[in-house]
């Protein structure tokens, strides 16, 4: 299907006193980055940090336009993938924003994808002691999550963003005629995230995605705006209520605790992306909720089911079969999960469901039951 562009913008803003932004969401806008950013810089000067996908696909426009407003911008590009989110690149990026003459007062730009923003927005955290940044999201689940909310962070061997800080950028500009270009695996799992403020709490939302996510994922722009721009409010609601995740927030975490354990045992390789482990964590997290007694096995059924018909895994059989993983023994899955950061106590929080729309977060698992589950391997 042909994507159908619009051109409306819409403004969803993030409500955090002194740290409040904005979050634009429309066709086009990387064309006018320039002049929307350039009011927030105290000197045209910004470093633009990118993966080497992104600046063959997208640079030009996004430099013109700086240049068109009168902005000196410098391109730092590291190359793609889950892997840069090291101790490694963030050295090499922290001596290049130095190397660049970055000061306190200037503004950086995080161009990509969910890598680049959690990497470039931990550098701006801690350059100098903090600088401002800005999230130019060049993905779709970079778009509808990553973006938004100022979590940013590197993984280490002990498992997924466990080295981070909070530090919230100073605007989000979404250009949704990007997506376009994404692969369509990328396109299916950024939908992943989608999905999940559906079964979080939106039964509307998600049963809008039963009826248009196939005609979203297969190419119609005006879908995607919609889910974008629907996706980014839900977060800022949150986000506003629950900054640093003290409470409420970690519901956005559904499928998460699952999905970090699946993606530190694949390495952070290509193999296994972010949003496909999160989709197969959320399909696992309905099953354990059905084991329990706490959901209706039809409502898991039905979150399972639109997972794969936008081509989502919903569990690790599915991850088995089609992306080839060699997913490891239950034990060395669940001691994953207790380097997940919500562990409080030496207990592993997770967000379980009394149905769709109706998650919840619970630190007293039984975590033999979750072990039976996990054991299954079930395809249901």
């Known amino acids: 299907m042909a994507a159908i562009m619009t051109q409306t913008i819409h403004t969803v803003p993030v409500s955090l006193g002194d740290r409040s932004y904005d979050v634009l969401i429309g066709a086009g806008l990387l064309a006018r980055a320039g002049e929307t950013i350039s009011p927030l810089l105290k000197r045209p000067f910004v470093p633009i940090i990118t993966d080497e996908t992104v600046a063959a696909l997208h640079l030009d426009t996004l430099t013109a336009s700086l240049d068109a407003a009168g902005i000196k911008s410098v391109p730092i590009i590291l190359p793609p993938g889950e892997a840069t989110k090291s ?15 970055v000061e306190r007062s200037d503004m950086i730009i995080a161009f990509g994808g969910g890598v680049i923003g959690d990497l470039a927005g931990f550098a701006a955290a801690i350059l100098r002691r903090g600088v401002d940044f800005i999230q130019i999201p ?16 590197i993984d280490v061997p002990q498992g997924k963003n466990l080295v981070g800080a909070f530090h919230q950028p100073r605007l989000v500009l979404a250009d949704t005629s990007v997506l376009g270009t994404l692969t369509m695996r990328d396109l299916r799992a950024g939908y992943a995230e989608v999905v999940k403020y559906g079964l979080i709490d939106d039964p509307d939302f998600f049963a809008w995605l039963e009826a248009n996510g196939p005609a979203l994922v297969d190419g119609d722009g005006d879908l995607r705006a919609e889910a974008v721009r629907h996706s980014v409010a839900a977060k800022a609601r949150v986000v506003a209520a629950d900054e640093r995740e003290g409470g409420q927030r970690a519901l956005l975490n559904l499928g998460h605790t699952f999905g970090h354990a699946l993606e530190t045992a694949a390495g952070y390789s290509g193999d296994l992306l972010h949003g496909e482990a999160v989709a197969a964590g959320m399909g696992i997290a309905f099953d354990v909720s059905v084991h329990l007694g706490l959901c209706p096995a039809e409502d898991a059924s039905r979150a399972k089911a639109h997972l794969r ?3 989502l895994p919903a569990g690790i059989a599915d991850l088995e079969k089609r992306n080839s993983l060699d997913v490891p023994e239950t034990d060395e899955l669940i001691r ?19 149905g769709i729309g109706k998650s919840f977060i619970d630190n007293d698992v039984n975590m033999e039951q979750v072990a039976q589950i996990l054991s299954k391997r079930q395809a249901a």
Do not use: N, P, W, Y
């Open 87 to 101: 101790f490694k690149h963030l050295e090499e990026l922290l001596a290049a924003l130095m190397d660049a003459g």
């Open 138 to 153: 060049t993905t779709l689940l970079a778009q509808v999550d990553s973006s938004v909310g100022g979590k940013t962070a």
């Open 309 to 311: 018909a936008t081509g």
């Open 336 to 354: 994953l999960m207790g380097q997940d950061k919500k562990v409080s106590g030496g207990r592993i929080t997770f967000i379980l469901a009394r």
